[in-house]
């Protein structure tokens, strides 16, 4: 009984943040982009951008405050273009290139503004001098997958 009682405040928790920001699917669409690179998947990672497009399509801008709002008009059509690009071509290096621009605007938009009730974990690759998110604190690199799974670090935690 415990344990259902805490799950139906968990989800009744998420439900009021996602109907509060309006921008609640945004992460984790980014988040799939990531795992994806990680794994070297080219068709996953074009898939979950498409998520990630349709997210950033969908936000709902009555539902966000003013401060909010601005911080993802400034952004908006940079983290779509990104998205964009990552969907149509499904190849893994062009991919990789545009996640970079990618995670550094998200990165802008998560400093901003609340996109999760989790701690948010900002990576960063000196092979690359590029940073990602992360809904994580273990290093899995994105931008170069099996051949540099582990180089990096975490810099920050952006906490909710």
């Given amino acids: 009984m415990k344990k259902i009682l805490i799950a139906v405040m968990l989800l009744a928790t998420q439900y009021v943040f996602a109907q509060q920001t309006g921008l609640s699917p945004i992460l984790p ?13 080219a068709n996953t ?11 950033i399509g969908a936000v709902d801008m009555a539902k966000m405050t003013e401060k909010d709002h601005k911080a993802f008009m400034a ?3 940079k983290l779509a273009f990104d998205a964009r690009h990552i969907s149509e071509k499904k190849e893994i290096a062009h991919q990789r290139e ?5 995670s550094a605007n998200m990165l802008t938009l998560a400093k901003s503004v609340k996109l999760s009730q989790d701690p948010i974990y900002e990576a960063y690759c000196p092979m690359k001098k590029a940073t ?3 809904n994580e604190p273990g ?7 099996d ?14």
């Fill in 139 to 145: 290093i899995k690199n994105p931008y170069y997958g």
């Fill in 45 to 55: 990672a074009a898939e979950k951008a498409g998520e990630l497009q349709k997210a």
């Fill in 29 to 41: 669409a980014y988040y799939g982009i990531k795992d994806a690179l990680v794994a070297g998947d």
């Fill in 98 to 102: 545009h996640f970079e621009t990618l």
């Fill in 75 to 77: 952004l908006k059509d």
């Fill in 132 to 134: 990602w998110l992360s």
């Fill in 147 to 160: 051949a540099m799974l582990t180089c990096g670090k975490v810099q920050a935690t952006l906490k909710p």
